[in-house]
């Protein structure tokens, strides 16, 4: 039964623990590894973001439909990572993107 393990409840974060679940981001090359996260409705989740490009700083910001900031992650330099916890938003696709390199670095967000 390959579907009921897709189906199997994560299990549940001990209160207390990282913000939700937690979404891995990788930028290398001034570029992202994914071109689309998803998470939650209405509760907040972590992007655990690894910058691999040595003396080039990096970041994450959430926009959403509108192109107004909803989540705006500080730049730091790599190599380094970072956990950004991101508050609760509400259903919707929103773009992510580097600040410093938007036209390089993008992607969507698909909450729901």
Not at 28 to 53: E, G, Y
Request: one cysteine or more; a negative charge; charged letters at 20%.
């Amino acid at each position: 039964g390959k579907l009921k393990e897709a189906a199997a409840t994560p299990t549940p974060v001990p209160s207390g623990a990282a913000n939700g679940p937690k979404l891995d981001l990788v930028a290398q090359n001034v570029k992202f590894d994914k071109s689309a996260l998803s998470a939650p409705a209405n509760a907040p989740f972590t992007i655990h973001f690894d910058n691999r490009d040595a003396g080039t700083s990096h970041d994450v910001d959430i926009l959403d439909a509108g192109g107004t900031k909803v989540f705006d992650g500080k730049d730091f330099p790599g190599p380094a990572a970072q956990d950004y916890g991101v508050g609760a938003l509400p259903a919707g696709t929103y773009k992510f993107e580097c600040s410093i390199h938007p036209t390089l670095m993008f992607g969507t967000l698909t909450v729901q």
